[in-house]
């Protein structure tokens, strides 16, 4: 076929425009201006920016995304210039508009900081110019992208990914490195909390090389990975437990808090799992569980005057699991007959219920109301005090791998399926003889346990609990945090929770914005990827089998991941 | 097996019989208390009964929504609080600008329409891009994925206007008109009260209105009915859905005005989560799905929500009821599903389809 | 003449106004197969459901192999050892074949979730024993190889199998088939007929069958019972009903198809 040329104006100024409408939303909402500063390669690249500029990029490349070979490299080089141009014009008209009125009275994020920004600090004239060119060598880039062949364009991605990864956390990999290569190397490759340009492109080259190597050896791996010897493969796991026994010494306080919120987050993560992942209930408030573990624990240990036995840490912590297990027990008993959105939305009114009634003057007396439990002391073995993160860390970690164990157990179990049936047909299940009230009662309690658990670590490891920290966000970061990861899955857990709780807190610039993207990701999660991004194992290796008979199937057919 | 069965069975129903017992036990004990007790004067009992109704009109006003959507697409919007939100959020700048310029001041009236105009648009086309980014592409999934999917919304929506406009709580500014009081059958009655029961009637008359006697409402009827039947009828059913979505936010955003009038404090991006679940167990409270009920649920909860603190929970000696305001709206919310899910004017649900 | 596994007296079911199965008496014997036809909406479904637990019935009585089943929760009715398929498929999508049929291996398992936690000896066995049953399952339908499979990605014809290997799991001793052959071709529609046959024959079991396909109603069953309006019309062997001018007239009133499709198989 000759090729040919034919441009689509409407689709590339729609293109252009929702890429536009996006740089605008992101820049109305203040994260361009905070995410600029963080800066990725010194000098020449901000989180700020990479936020602004994937916009066009995306555009570029989906504007020729569908296009056949048919097309000329030119035209296809054309079209990213006219969606890239089109994409700066909501940038322009918000430069110009906030000249021209004072928008800061209403959208209190356009501030002259974030203007300057948008015109790369050269006024108003020489800006507007800058922003079209950018978006043409954006949206061009983007084409270029996507006109590069398969295997080169992985490499570059897989390139690129990790350099800006590596920028991004470049604060992380100063805390690392220094007292393992000294302050020396850390000046003479990070400059201002980011990588130099030449260090960014050393990464790079790097990381493209390793590639390259991997994608020739990863058979070959992998086929060496899967006929280790049992011997192998307990020292293998011995030497990963051992990573992980001094993983807090190495990466220090503030890491290791860090952590310790991720390991808290598993904990309940794996809980919910159970409800949400495998049984199919979706619990939106299971923070009650954790409040009640928390309480419980505060309770019973603290030494100020609410303290009711001033008991040792470890004879409270199975009545805390045991209270929130049975508060579990009591909630699903009304809730049995309920659909799944009245399911999701009276555990919702549980959850507030239980806020509601910690911080009353009601109750006060007895919980300590807004003022909340202070003085409940530090956990202990012996003469061993969990005292700092660093510590607590590994009580931390045996909850999280008790935990995983149990779920583990559960999941590839009798129960686990009976749950599981339940999730996909309640009333199948039942006529294949599950008694679905026992199961759901059953996934409610022991989804309950390492809530109360992880309540009860989280009361001692503060010192003090107020009403205020078991609000619905709780709830609803654990939710996010399973469903990222991939509903049912116990990698996926762990995966989810480092991305949605360690993330944040190293980037403090997410901070503002993380629910923000939690309720984003929610949304694109369901819409392009609902089996989350570790799925469980079952998932994948049908996936994986979908995928090769396709290939097999239609010829140079496009590769379609089919996830139905 | 056999007993055992019956065991189980019975034990579940015991707990919740004796729960809904205990219940009723504490409501009648706790009224009694109160009353025998005399500590309010009968007018104050018609003040709060007046206050309540005047919020639960605000309630009744966003259920509507919830009842809309729900009746057509079986799935409960649960970013509709931040439907409201928007709305709300976005006129208390106009509102504020109406004040300064003493437009607000001049012709009340006027403004106040023009502010509820601004926010039932804001509203709308909030609720109508919800419906096409988040809904839309997930018709026909699972159950729990739409529901996923609008919890994820509604905190977007209330982060992307927290970005917008800011966190800080902003209050819209008096409205000199509908202050002071009016006195009718001997009972003070504040005015602005009057005018927000007589204004969220108004809407609903409309929507009543709309739904019963035009075109559109006629298809939105025949599609809650039967999507497919309706379809070969040659209704649009993308465009009745989108319609849907449109109206509930609009009366959303309404509401959100009238809101500011009745409790001007407060406006912040967090506003829309206890009006969303209040209105939420109102549209239950009167039967999902069903438009009247809807309205008298919401009328109910507000007047329930202001008049039992004071009756039942002091009367139990429990002090500082009004604190527990909140959760008196979960707890009927979790009985009215429990023992009565169909709600007050529901029809009773047929036996689970096969 | 065997002993009667399932005996329905007088069964009436309501949906508001609407008598969906009115006073059906109605037997099966030991060891049979018995099929129940009639029009569309003429309540066979429906009983179907009352057998299973999925609606309690209005008034009568089902007594199956000493059990009254009236008001029992199904998953009790499933114990009691009967099991069914449906009319439009239902698996479990999103778990592999071999997870389908040890689900329905349910009413025979015994271990618990302490013993799942645990480890212990007897839920190991149990666990193990049920999945090689659950191959041999697999096997039995032709589905061999296929065990990892997501249900949702078998192809129509096999999902079909899987429904009734997952109804056979549980060793039923009377197992309801809702149109086992609904969009199959006719070759496939002549195997599943055979292989119900030996459902019957091989492993013993008593089957109670809906059918649109007068071939394969007239082909295997014993006894016939016609529905319309949740009324029993007739009754009798394939031969007797395909005579019975009622039952001509319940479906000619219908239309000439259904009539048309009586007359082939005469």
């Given amino acids: 076929m000759a090729k040919t040329g034919r441009i689509d104006w409407r689709q590339l100024i729609r293109y252009g425009l929702l890429a536009g409408v996006a740089a605008l939303y992101v820049s109305v909402i203040g994260m361009v201006e905070v995410f600029s500063q963080r800066s990725l390669i010194t000098g020449v690249l901000t989180l700020g920016q990479l936020l602004l500029f994937s916009a066009p990029v995306l555009a570029g490349y989906l504007a020729v995304y569908k296009d056949d070979e048919s097309q000329t490299a030119a035209f296809s080089l054309l079209k990213g210039v006219i969606t890239g141009l089109f994409s700066s014009l909501p940038l322009i008209a918000l430069v110009l508009l906030a000249n021209a009125v004072n928008l800061r009275a209403m959208f209190v994020n356009v501030s002259p900081a974030l203007i300057d920004i948008l015109v790369f600090g050269q006024g108003t004239a020489v800006g507007v110019l800058l922003l079209l060119l950018s978006g043409a060598i954006w949206g061009t880039l983007g084409v270029i992208i996507h006109l590069l062949p398969d295997k080169t364009r992985h490499v570059v991605l897989v390139g690129l990914s990790w350099t800006l990864g590596a920028g991004m956390l470049s604060e992380l990999l100063i805390q690392v490195f220094r007292p393992l290569f000294g302050s020396g190397f850390i000046r003479f490759v990070f400059q201002g909390g980011a990588l130099k340009l030449w260090a960014s492109i050393v990464v790079f080259i790097l990381v493209t090389l390793l590639d390259w190597y991997w994608s020739k050896r990863r058979e070959e791996v992998k086929t060496k990975m899967a006929n280790l010897n049992p011997t192998q493969r307990r020292a293998g796991m011995g030497v990963g437990l051992l990573i992980l026994l001094i993983l807090p010494w190495i990466l220090g306080t503030y890491l290791s808090e860090v952590l310790d919120n991720v390991g808290l987050f598993i904990l309940m993560g794996l809980g919910l799992n159970i409800a949400v992942g495998l049984a199919g209930l979706l619990d939106l408030g299971y923070v009650a569980t954790f409040a009640i573990g928390a309480y419980v624990m505060g309770l019973f240990t603290s030494t100020s005057s609410l303290g009711v036995g001033e008991l040792n840490f470890w004879i409270v912590l199975p009545i805390s699991i045991l209270a929130a297990m049975t508060a579990g027990f009591l909630l699903a008993l009304p809730v049995l007959h309920m659909r799944g959105d009245y399911l999701a939305i009276t555990t919702l009114g549980f959850g507030e219920i239980i806020r509601i009634l910690a911080l009353s003057d009601w109750l006060s007396p007895i919980i300590g109301g807004a003022q909340g439990i202070l003085a409940i002391p530090k956990p202990q073995i012996g003469s061993f005090v969990f005292r700092g993160p660093q510590e607590i860390y590994y009580l931390i970690l045996a909850g999280c791998i008790l935990a995983i164990f149990v779920s583990s157990r559960l999941n590839n179990s009798r129960t686990g399926r009976q749950w599981m049936a339940m999730r996909e047909d309640e009333d199948v299940a039942a006529a294949m003889g599950i008694d679905t009230t026992k199961s759901k009662v059953l996934a409610f309690t022991l989804s309950a346990a390492s809530g109360g658990l992880a309540g009860a670590i989280f009361a001692s490891k503060l010192g003090t609990i107020f009403p205020h920290s078991f609000n619905l966000l709780i709830s609803i970061n654990v939710l996010s945090l399973i469903i990222v990861g991939g509903m049912g899955s116990l990698p996926g857990v762990v995966v989810g929770a480092f991305a949605l709780v360690a993330l944040p807190e190293l980037l403090r610039e997410f901070a503002e914005y993380r629910l923000l993207l939690y309720g984003a990701l929610l949304i694109v999660m369901m819409l392009a990827r609902p089996e989350g991004l570790w799925p469980s194992a079952v998932r994948r290796r049908e996936l994986k089998g979908t995928e090769e008979e396709e290939i097999e199937g239609g010829e140079g057919a496009p590769v379609a991941v089919t996830a139905d | 097996m056999r007993e055992k069965f019956f065991e189980r069975f019975s034990w579940v129903s015991l707990v919740l019989n004796s729960f809904r017992i205990i219940v009723i036990i504490l409501i009648v004990v706790g009224a009694f208390n109160t009353l025998q007790g005399g500590k309010y004067t009968t007018s104050q009992w018609v003040s709060l009964s007046v206050s309540g109704l005047a919020q639960g009109s605000i309630y009744a006003l966003i259920a509507l929504g919830y009842t809309l959507v729900y009746g057509i697409l079986l799935m409960i919007n649960f970013a509709h609080g931040e439907v409201f939100m928007a709305g709300a959020f976005t006129a208390v700048f106009v509102a504020e600008a109406f004040k300064e310029s003493g437009f607000l001041d001049s012709s009340p009236l006027l403004a106040v329409t023009i502010l509820i105009l601004v926010a039932a648009v804001v509203s709308t086309v909030v609720a109508v891009i919800l419906e096409r980014v988040a809904y839309r592409p997930l018709r026909g999934a699972p159950r729990l994925v739409p529901l996923i999917t609008a919890i994820g919304a509604s905190f977007f929506l209330q982060y992307t206007f927290r970005g917008l406009y800011g966190s800080g709580f902003k209050s819209y500014p008096e409205v000199a008109a509908v202050q002071g009081t009016w006195h009718i059958a001997g009972n003070d009655i504040p005015i602005v009260q009057i005018v927000v029961f007589v204004a969220a009637i108004l809407l609903m008359v409309a929507l009543y209105w709309l739904v019963e006697r035009t075109k559109v409402g006629k298809a939105m009827r025949a599609v809650s009915e039967n999507k497919e039947v309706a379809a070969l009828m040659g209704i649009d059913i993308d465009q009745i859905i989108v319609m849907t979505f449109a109206i509930g936010g609009a009366l959303a955003g309404a509401a959100g005005v009238i809101n500011g009038l009745y409790r001007p404090q407060g406006v912040s991006f967090t506003m829309g989560f206890f009006p969303g679940i209040k209105a939420f167990t109102a549209a239950v409270l009167g039967g999902i799905g069903n438009i009247p009920g809807a309205m008298l649920g919401g009328l109910f909860l507000g007047v329930f929500e202001s008049i039992g603190p004071n009756l039942i929970l002091e009367g139990l000696g429990i002090p500082a009821a009004n604190q527990l305001k909140d959760a008196i709206a979960f707890t009927m919310l979790v009985l009215v599903l429990i023992f009565r899910p169909q709600g007050i004017l529901g029809e009773r649900l047929t036996e689970k389809k096969a | ?266």
């Fill in chain 3, 1 to 266: 003449m065997a002993e009667d596994l399932l005996v329905a007296r007088k069964v009436t079911k309501r949906f508001g106004g609407l008598v969906a199965v009115r006073e059906l008496d109605f037997t099966i014997p030991k060891g049979s197969i018995v099929s129940i036809i009639g029009p569309n909406g003429a309540g066979k479904t429906t009983f179907f459901n009352c057998i299973t637990g999925f609606y309690s019935i209005d008034e009568g009585d089902l007594i199956f192999d000493g059990h009254r089943l009236n008001g029992r929760p199904s998953y009790q009715i499933a114990r009691y050892g009967i099991s069914r398929t449906f009319q439009n498929i239902r698996l479990f999508e999103n778990m592999t074949v071999i997870e389908n049929i040890m689900v329905g291996q349910e009413p025979r398992l015994t271990s618990s979730w302490i013993g799942a936690i645990l480890g212990t000896p007897h839920t190991r066995a149990e666990e193990e024993q049920a999945e090689k049953k659950a191959r041999e399952m697999l096997q039995f339908v032709g589905l061999q190889g296929k065990g990892d499979w997501l249900a949702k990605n078998l192809p129509y014809g096999e999902q079909r199998r899987l429904e009734i290997a997952r109804a056979l799991a549980s060793d039923p001793k009377l197992l309801l088939l809702d149109e086992p052959t609904a969009g199959m071709n006719p070759r496939e529609t002549a195997e599943t007929t055979r292989f119900i046959q030996r459902l019957r024959d091989e492993l013993g079991i008593t089957i109670l069958l809906i059918e649109h396909d007068m071939r394969v109603v007239m082909g295997i069953s014993e006894r016939v019972t016609v529905l319309d309006y949740g009324e029993k019309i007739a009754e009798g062997t394939p031969a007797e009903i395909q005579t019975n001018p009622r039952v001509i007239e319940a479906y000619l009133g219908r239309g000439a198809a259904a009539s048309a499709n009586i007359e082939v198989s005469a």
